[in-house]
C-alpha cells in the first residue's frame, strides 16, 4: 500500500496535462491513503480516489515558529506593504502593485516585493518595475530578490499580502505570514480562505479584483487597532503546526496504512 502527498491543485493549470492524467487515472485510483495539504487540493483529488482511500489535511512542513500573542508586535504606522514569494507571473504581483497604486496614489507607503523568478521568467522582475513606473509608484515598489532568511524578510514588513490570481493549494508563506504575527491580506479562495477569516485573523479580498485589493489596503492601513487584533488573531489561528506535530500525525497515517487499516 502506499500514500499519495498532494502540495499542489490536481489540474492541468497546476500541473500540465499528462501528470493531471496520470495523476487521476492511474496514482490516485490505487492510493491507500491521501495527504494533502489543504481541503482545495484535496477536492481536486477525492473523486479518482477509492471510497476507502484514507484522507488526511496536513499542511507542508515549513519550520513554522508561532509567535506567541504576547510577543506580537504592530507598528504604530503601517508603511511597508509586501509579500514573500517566487516572482511567478500567476502569484498576483501585477495586480499587487495595480492595487497600491490605486491604494496609494501618492505618500510615504512602499511596496516591497520578495523573491526571485521563478524558472522561465527571468524578465519578469523588469515588467514589474515597469508596470510600478507606469502607475506612477515606481520609487516605491522596492524589488528586493531572493532571501535566505525568510522570517527575517517577513518581519521587516507591516503588511503582509498574498494575491494569487488563480487558486493557491495552499499558500505557505500566508502560514508564515500568520505565525509571525503579521497583519495580513488574502484572496478569498484556495488554501489560504481555509487559513484566514475576514476580520478575524486577517482581511480577505475578492479573488482577482485588484479595487477589492486597494479597499483592503486602505482599511488596514488606516487602522492600527484593527491591524493589532488581525495580528494577535494570527498568531493564535489554530492548526499552525510545528515540523514535528506534522511528522508525528503524517507517521500514524503511515502507519494504518502499512497495518492493513484500509
Known amino acids: 500500500p502506499f500514500a499519495v502527498h498532494i502540495r499542489d491543485l490536481i489540474e492541468p493549470a497546476s500541473l500540465g496535462g499528462s501528470a493531471t492524467v496520470l495523476m487521476r487515472k492511474v496514482v490516485l485510483p490505487r492510493a491507500a491513503a491521501v495527504i494533502a495539504n489543504s481541503h482545495a487540493s484535496l477536492a481536486t483529488a477525492a473523486s479518482y480516489a477509492r471510497p476507502a482511500c484514507l484522507r488526511l489535511v496536513l499542511p507542508s512542513p515549513s519550520g513554522l515558529k508561532v509567535r506567541a ?9 503601517a508603511k511597508r506593504i509586501g509579500m514573500v514569494a517566487r516572482l511567478d507571473p500567476w502569484k498576483g504581483r501585477e495586480m499587487l502593485i495595480e492595487a497600491f497604486a490605486r491604494a496609494f496614489p501618492d505618500g510615504d507607503e512602499r511596496l516591497v516585493l520578495f523573491g526571485g523568478a521563478a524558472f522561465g521568467h527571468d524578465e519578469f522582475p523588469e515588467l514589474l518595475r515597469r508596470l510600478a513606473t507606469e502607475r ?3 520609487s516605491r515598489v522596492e524589488l528586493a530578490g531572493h532571501v535566505a532568511d525568510v522570517t527575517a524578510a517577513i518581519d521587516s514588513l507591516d503588511i503582509c499580502v ?3 490570481i488563480r487558486p493557491e493549494p495552499l499558500g505557505q508563506n500566508v502560514l508564515q505570514y500568520l505565525a509571525a504575527g503579521k497583519p495580513t491580506v488574502v484572496a478569498d479562495e484556495g488554501g489560504p480562505a481555509e487559513w484566514v477569516s475576514d476580520d478575524v485573523n486577517g482581511l480577505t479580498f475578492a479573488a482577482r479584483d485588484a479595487d477589492s485589493l486597494a479597499g483592503a489596503l486602505r482599511r488596514i492601513v488606516a487602522d492600527r487597532e484593527l491591524r493589532t487584533r488581525l495580528a494577535r488573531g494570527g498568531a493564535s489561528t489554530p492548526r499552525l503546526l510545528s515540523d514535528g506535530e506534522i511528522g508525528a500525525e ?3 497515517m503511515m502507519t494504518r496504512i502499512t497495518r492493513g487499516q484500509v
Open 162 to 164: 498574498q494575491s494569487s
Open 136 to 138: 506612477g509608484v515606481g
Open 69 to 77: 500573542e504576547s510577543e506580537v508586535v504592530v507598528s504604530p504606522v
Open 250 to 252: 503524517m507517521h500514524g
